[in-house]
């Protein structure tokens, strides 16, 4: 297993959780776990040009203000997370931001959630899929002006809670 990286109570192959020592994949048990207020803050940069930049601050694309829509589709993502991927927990979200900071000379909007729950297991998967889902959205809205447009450096950048306490991306 990389350095820095730890497996949370597991038998499988390089101590994953979700592999068995057979090497079949299950949904860890995680009812013995107790219930902690969780964390997790991910983000990811949309890339796109100068010119949609302008379109999306000034609100004047075609099919309307992508920076809400987007919004609104990351918010309803993450609380669909454990429909999206198969191996993750229905846990009950009690809280999820999402900010879009644009970023002219870059040439993109950095994407940021944190989402917030008190269960048995972290929350990075509904972040990290408000992210994602933030920018595909923004792709949808713009992919007629710019086809080219992008998703990169999607990443938990910090979580915290339960028995692992903090992680920080170095």
Avoid: N, Y
Wanted: proline content about 5%; hydrophobic content about 40%; glycine content about 8%.
């Amino acid at each position: 297993m990389p350095e820095g990286l730890r497996a949370s109570g597991s038998s499988g192959p390089e101590g994953l959780s979700h592999i068995d020592e057979h090497g079949s994949a299950h949904m860890v048990d995680v009812s013995a776990k107790q219930a902690t207020a969780r964390e997790a803050v991910a983000a990811g940069r949309f890339v796109t040009t100068p010119e949609v930049l302008k379109l999306l601050s000034d609100g004047t694309l075609p099919k309307g203000d992508a920076i809400a829509t987007a919004r609104l589709a990351a918010i309803m993502a993450a609380k669909r997370t454990s429909e999206l991927i198969p191996l993750c927990h229905q846990i009950p979200l009690t809280g999820i931001e999402v900010d879009f900071a644009i970023d002219a000379t870059a040439g993109s909007i950095q994407i940021t959630a944190v989402a917030r729950t008190k269960d048995r297991t972290g929350v990075e998967m509904e972040a990290l899929t408000a992210v994602t889902v933030a920018g595909l959205t923004l792709h949808d809205m713009v992919k007629a002006v710019d086809p080219a447009s992008r998703i990169d450096d999607v990443r938990v950048l910090r979580k915290e809670g339960g028995k692992t306490g903090t992680w920080t991306r170095p």
